[in-house]
């Protein structure tokens, strides 16, 4: 996935902001197959559970029967077909997870070659907050970040200054 380029910034936002929010002695069940960055929480001293590659749509099984009390997913979700449903099967109390948000000056991201690696959908901030809402979560902190490219046009001048990333830590309402 990461043969040609490495999200070293993405990577790192997102590092430093679960580390502000999820303790080490907390377990966590990352939704998506072992990728580097559950190995970059691993080698920061999380412990850390991968799903096996299950299409999360059609099996949550593995979201269920988890004992961990932190769920991450690290652009994730715009892959699903039905986020909703995923959202509400887990059992843990905190939530870290990012998605990237819809550019309105380019289309969703669909993959040639690679059937998992589309995304059905492109959040707005407010849609995933919603999202949240309505699924039984309450978020507490919340950060956006730009994701530059080193090419020249239009598109790559627009991403210099509009927000690619939206991360949020949520925990659940006590109520749901």
């Known amino acids: 996935m990461y043969e040609k380029t490495y999200p070293n910034k993405r990577f790192r936002h997102t590092l430093q902001f679960l580390k502000s929010h999820i303790h080490t002695s907390d377990t966590i069940l990352d939704l998506g197959i072992e990728n580097p960055f559950s190995k970059i929480m691993i080698s920061e001293g999380y412990k850390v559970e991968n799903t096996k590659g299950e299409d999360l749509d ?81 978020i507490k902190a919340r950060q956006k970040w730009t994701n530059p490219t080193k090419k020249l046009g239009i598109r790559p001048l627009l991403r210099l200054f509009t927000d690619r990333y939206y991360i949020i830590y949520a925990e659940k309402k006590s109520n749901t």
């Not at 004992?67 to 699903?80: K, P, Y």
């Open 58 to 138: 059609l099996d949550t099984s593995a979201i269920t029967t988890s004992t961990a009390n932190v769920v991450t997913a690290f652009e994730i979700f715009e892959h699903l077909l039905s986020p909703f449903t995923v959202l509400k099967s887990i059992k843990a109390n905190k939530l870290v997870v990012s998605v990237p948000l819809r550019l309105w000056f380019s289309p969703a991201y669909q993959s040639k070659t690679d059937m998992w690696d589309r995304h059905f959908h492109e959040f707005e901030d407010w849609q995933f907050d919603w999202l949240l809402e309505k699924t039984g979560w309450e």
